[in-house]
């Protein structure tokens, strides 16, 4: 049984740019959230997705934006990066209301 | 405001010892609290939660945590440390609003390294 997976692994982009990280859920989940951790942080809630439909969003600003397929998989997109951009981003998935969150390895995103 | 507090930036504790991990909490309502695991590098792995019942709460690789309301904690636990447990450790607190059908975000406290010596 697979978990979650994520793709890319590293990613390193310049300001300005745009970016499209990707998610694939634990089997059987139908939830997926982002999450962003700074260094030395804990992570940052961004959004959550159930049902193709954003239904939750953190203190984040419209440059991130997300989507999610009929499989339940994932993306994340950030526009005109800047580099304080830079993190670990990890997805996470679960199943229903009650189910933990299961997290993916991350997404290490570098802007230069 | 939900919140979640980590006060040890580090724990250190030499091989064969307890160990304990501090998390204090702030919710409105009853508290559905986790705890995570996260080695250099890599996500994070659930080790445990509370979600009502039994105050002490048993999880993986022989972690527990109890949960005390009065003191609105929930301190996570192990009665020896072995040195692979060295990672950092992160509390959180999952928001209990009303979301459609899906369940809250977590609340992350910022993380206490473990450092198991041998």
């Known amino acids: 049984d697979a978990g979650v997976t994520q793709s890319p692994t590293h990613l390193i982009k310049t300001r300005g740019q745009q970016v499209t990280l990707r998610c694939s859920p634990k089997?059987?989940?139908?939830?997926v959230s982002w999450y962003q951790q700074a260094l030395g942080q804990g992570p940052q809630f961004i959004f959550q997705?159930?049902?193709?439909?954003?239904?939750q969003r953190g203190n984040f600003p419209d440059r991130f934006s997300g989507h999610q397929f009929p499989n339940y998989s994932s993306e994340l997109n950030v526009n005109a990066l800047w580099l304080g951009d830079s993190a670990l981003y990890l997805c996470?998935?679960?199943?229903?209301?009650?189910?933990?969150?299961?997290f993916g390895p991350g997404t290490r995103l570098t802007v230069t | 405001a939900q919140s979640v507090a980590q006060p040890e930036d580090q724990v250190n504790v030499a091989e064969g010892n307890p160990l304990t991990v501090k998390c204090t909490y702030s919710v409105s309502g009853n508290p559905y609290l986790f705890w995570y695991v996260q080695y250099p590098n890599r996500g994070l792995q659930f080790l445990l939660k509370?979600?009502?019942?039994?105050?002490l709460v048993k999880g993986s690789y022989g972690f527990e945590a109890e949960f005390n309301k009065s003191q609105t904690s929930f301190h996570l636990k192990k009665p020896s440390a072995l040195v692979s447990d060295s990672a950092l450790y992160f509390c959180?607190?999952?928001?209990?609003?009303?979301?459609?059908?899906?369940?809250?975000?977590?609340?992350f406290g910022k993380g206490t390294k473990l450092s198991v010596k041998p």
């Open positions: 996470a998935s679960n199943l229903g209301l009650v189910g933990e969150q299961y």
């Open positions: 997705y159930y049902e193709e439909e954003e239904r």
């Open positions: 959180a607190v999952r928001d209990s609003g009303n979301y459609g059908g899906s369940q809250g975000n977590l609340i």
């Open positions: 089997s059987g989940h139908d939830t």
């Open positions: 509370y979600i009502t019942g039994d105050n």
